[in-house]
């Protein structure tokens, strides 16, 4: 199994290790700025090139590679492999082993983790390439509108069709689902002041702010929902 991870960029590291701690997530090490919210694992990554996407280790990615070679360009440097999908969202490939584990439960403010949603306009290129790149579909379907695709790891890959959510979007996102006790969690974050990008009703029939989004410090955004 492929050890998944989320990468982050940051405009001061010092400013998004504050916000994660602000989370609740616990920090696993210092080189790299690793931090967990019990579930997945989170990069803080301090280059000025780094993007917000998926960090993907692996012993060898060869095979992979020439299957994507079909799909995308390869950008391949001295540390990692880095590929987008059609979508715009950066997979980093490292030839490496993650040592550090994860659990079965999220303890962070933002709830239960439940991988990373992303909005596809050409929905059967963006399947192509997420299923050349090791991951099988699990929930939904695509004539629904969306699909869960999963390669065992930590992070989930949620494929959605371009309009079917009512409200912001930051591809990738990661998505947390609360299972109704959501207003505990949104409280929670406004206890640890942790700023709010959109306030969200439309899911509510009394108008209650029962879904949040909120963004780190290096823009990567937060679907912090109460399904």
């Not at 029939?205 to 949040?212: A, F, L, P, Q, R």
Request: include cysteine; hydrophobic fraction near 40%; glycine fraction near 10%.
């Amino acid at each position: 199994m492929n050890k998944t991870i989320i990468q982050t960029p940051t405009p001061g590291l010092k400013k998004s290790e504050e916000f994660y701690t602000g989370l609740g997530f616990k920090k696993l090490s210092e080189e790299p700025v690793l931090f967990t919210d019990g579930k997945f694992i989170l990069e803080i990554n301090p280059s000025r090139t780094a993007r917000a996407g998926i960090k993907i280790f692996s012993a060898d990615w060869s095979e992979t590679v020439e299957k994507l070679r079909e799909m995308t360009a390869i950008n391949e440097t001295e540390t990692e492999i880095v590929v987008s999908d059609p979508n715009g969202v950066c997979i980093y490939l490292v030839e490496a082993v993650l040592e550090h584990d994860t659990g079965e439960e999220s303890f962070g403010a933002t709830g239960n983790f439940a991988g990373i949603s992303i909005e596809a306009v050409d929905v059967e290129r963006t399947v192509s390439f997420w299923e050349a790149l090791g991951f099988k579909k699990g929930m939904g379907d695509m004539s629904q509108g969306w699909a869960v695709y999963s390669n065992g790891s930590d992070v989930d890959v949620s494929i959605m069709k371009t309009g079917m959510c009512p409200h912001l979007f930051f591809n990738p996102g990661l998505t947390f689902f609360n299972s109704g006790k959501n207003l505990d969690n949104i409280a929670r974050l406004r206890e640890a002041n942790i700023p709010i990008t959109e306030e969200i009703t439309f899911f509510n029939k009394e108008g209650i702010v029962d879904n949040v989004i909120i963004n780190d410090p290096g823009g990567l955004g937060f679907f912090v929902f109460n399904d």
